[in-house]
Structures are given as structure tokens and as C-alpha cells.
């Protein structure tokens, strides 16, 4: 079983700063690519950043130059440090994991169960 968890979360105004946490447990072999998503009301979950195990980080366009994403293998948590954060970058924020297990040779997705941001102007 594999659980991943976030923290981080809360109210901030716009301009403010956040730093989510996420960090993967249980029995774990091997995480490949980690990351952030989000969905705001109405609207569907999007890509925030990823980082891979080895290699450059991707972003969307809209947190390029505002968030930055990190990891630390030996502790299998993935970080997003937020700044200049704006009214539309409210939203629940949700990490994900390709790990691969124990008893399980193939890659699975696992998603955490979320944490809300909200931005006030």
C-alpha cells in the first residue's frame, strides 16, 4: 500500500507566499516522475509542475518564474514553493507519484488527497 500526503495549505494575499509538501510512504521501490496538479471550482485538474527522477522540471506557462518545484529522493517528498501568488492560482493542489512497488513490477499513478490553497486579492 502506498499513501502520499500533503501539507501546506492555507489563506494567503495576493503577493504572499506558500510552500506545499508532499511526501510518499509505504512500500515503495522505486518513484519515477513526481508532481503537482490543481483544480479549481468548475474547472479541471491541470498540470502545476513535475520533476522527474533525473533530468529539467517542467512547468505551465501561467507559475513559470512564480513556483518552484523540488525533491528529495532519499525522503520520496516533492515540494512547490509558491510566491507572488495571485487570486487564480486558488485551487485544490494535488501531488502525484509514478512509483513502482514491492510486489508490483509495472509503474502506477498515485495521488494524494489534496490541500486547498485560496488567494485572496
Known amino acids: 500500500q502506498v499513501q502520499l500526503v500533503e501539507s501546506g495549505g492555507g489563506l494567503v494575499q495576493a503577493g504572499g507566499s506558500l510552500r506545499l509538501s508532499c511526501v510518499a510512504s509505504g512500500s515503495i521501490f522505486s518513484i519515477n516522475a513526481m508532481g503537482w496538479y490543481r483544480q479549481a471550482p468548475g474547472k479541471q485538474r491541470e498540470l502545476v509542475a513535475t520533476?522527474?527522477?533525473?533530468?529539467?522540471?517542467n512547468y505551465a506557462d501561467s507559475v513559470k518564474g512564480r513556483f518552484t518545484i523540488s525533491r528529495d529522493n532519499a525522503k520520496n517528498t516533492v515540494d512547490l514553493q509558491m510566491n507572488d501568488l495571485k487570486p487564480e492560482d486558488t485551487a485544490i493542489y494535488y501531488c502525484k507519484a509514478d512509483i513502482k512497488t514491492r510486489q508490483l513490477t509495472r509503474w502506477i499513478s498515485y495521488w494524494g488527497q489534496g490541500t486547498q490553497v485560496t488567494v485572496s486579492a
Open positions: 520533476i522527474p527522477s533525473g533530468g529539467s522540471t
